[in-house]
Every structure is written in C-alpha cells, then in structure tokens.
C-alpha cells in the first residue's frame, strides 16, 4: 500500500520547496546506494523521508539484481518459472527515471480513491521487526534477570527505536498480540538474542549485552539506513 506520512518541518519546506527537488534528492542518493559509495553526500541525504524512498528503491533494485544473477549462474535449471523479473525492471525504472509506466497511474489511483490509508496494517517486515522488539522485552527478563516487565519495555523503548516512534505501550501491545496468537517468532527472537548476547564483550552488563544484539539485528531490516561517515 503506497502511503505518504506527512510530516513537514521547516527544513523540508525549505530545502524541497520548488517542484522537482526531492525527486532529484531521493534519485542522487538512491544511485550514491546502488554504487555503494561512501565518499557521496548529495543533498538531502539527511532528510528520513528521502533516505526512506532512496533506500527502499536500492533495496529492489538489489533484490532483483540478484535474482537476474541467479537465473544467469543456471539459465536451463526448471526451477525458474515465470517470476514477473522483466515486469519488475521495468516497474523500477518507471520510479527512478519518470518515464512512462502503468505505476504511476497506480499510485495516482491510489491517491484519488478509497485505497489510501495513513494506518498500513503491518507487512510481513514490520512483523519481523516487532518480534526482534518483544524478544528483546524478554530477553531482559530471561537472560539479564530483570523482574519487572514494564521496565523491560521502558530499556527497549528508547534503545532500539531508530527512526521509528516506539514507545513502552506500543510494546506492550504488540507482545500482547503475539501472546493471543500464540505465534512463536518473539520467543525465537528471545533465544537467537540470548546466544548473541553470550557472544557480546563481558564489560557490558547483560541488558546492555541484549540491548545491543537487538539493535544489531533490526539495523540490518527494520530502520532506514543513514550514509556511512565519508
């Protein structure tokens, strides 16, 4: 589901006011990523909400890079089928370059109609990342002995926010959820963080040694990458 989060500040009025310009922003740094360059620092490149565009793009375009790669390592294998890969491409280009494609007038109707949400319910990433965070809440309790529940969430809150709003009452019904469901991922999430945690330097104490591991993992998916220092 397309949604736009608006959410303006005057530094984004400011350095997006005139037509064009944070297009121009999420397609310099959107080809800074695909090129893997840490010297690059186009403009905008600060701004979450091009860094969240320009890495989302860089992240298809890698996925279908590698499947293009795959299907090149064994052209005949019968495990291939018809995957939409060329669809996929072109879909791609259409967003990057503005060239003519049926995804814009997808999202236009998207915009017009009754399709559009400020409230997506959860993809199957957010999900993910929501158990790493309820697996962290008892790690806390399991592994670094903490008693009470709340303050787990109160450590876990701060910590592993990122550039997502994440607060103890958001946790708390999150693991609640996961409880009524009975779904198993929080508590994988809570042993896979514990052998992490084992692995951490011994200084840190044993919530920082969780803290840190949970960190670590939702870096890798669940928050919007920043440019490395040049």
């Known amino acids: ?103 814009h007038r997808y999202v236009t109707d998207l915009h017009t109609a009754d399709y559009r949400s400020n409230r997506p319910a959860p993809n199957a990433v957010d999900m993910l990342g929501r158990g790493i965070v309820v697996g962290a809440v008892r790690a806390l309790g399991s592994y670094a002995g903490l008693s009470s529940e709340a303050e787990a969430r109160r450590q876990v809150s701060p910590a592993l926010s990122g550039n997502r709003p994440l607060t103890p009452d958001m946790v708390k019904r999150w693991n609640r959820t996961f409880s009524e469901t009975k779904d198993p991922l929080p508590d994988a999430a809570r042993r896979d963080l514990e052998k992490r945690a084992d692995a951490l330097p011994n200084n840190l104490s044993p919530v920082e040694r969780v803290l840190l591991a949970a960190k670590d993992m939702l870096a890798r998916f669940w928050v919007t990458p920043k440019l490395p220092p040049a």
Request: hydrophobic fraction near 45%.
């Open 1 to 103: 589901m397309i949604v736009v989060r608006k959410q303006p500040t005057q530094a984004r009025v400011d350095l997006f006011s005139e037509k064009g310009e944070f297009a121009r922003a999420v397609r310099e740094l959107y080809f800074v990523a695909i090129a893997k360059s840490t010297k690059d620092r186009p403009a905008g490149a600060g701004e979450l909400e091009v860094r969240q565009v320009a890495f989302g793009l860089a992240a298809i375009h890698q996925l279908i890079q590698r499947e293009i790669d795959r299907i090149k390592s064994a052209p005949l294998s019968d495990e291939f089928t018809a995957t939409g890969l060329s669809d996929a491409a072109q879909l791609l280009e259409g967003l990057i370059t503005g060239y003519e494609h049926p995804i």
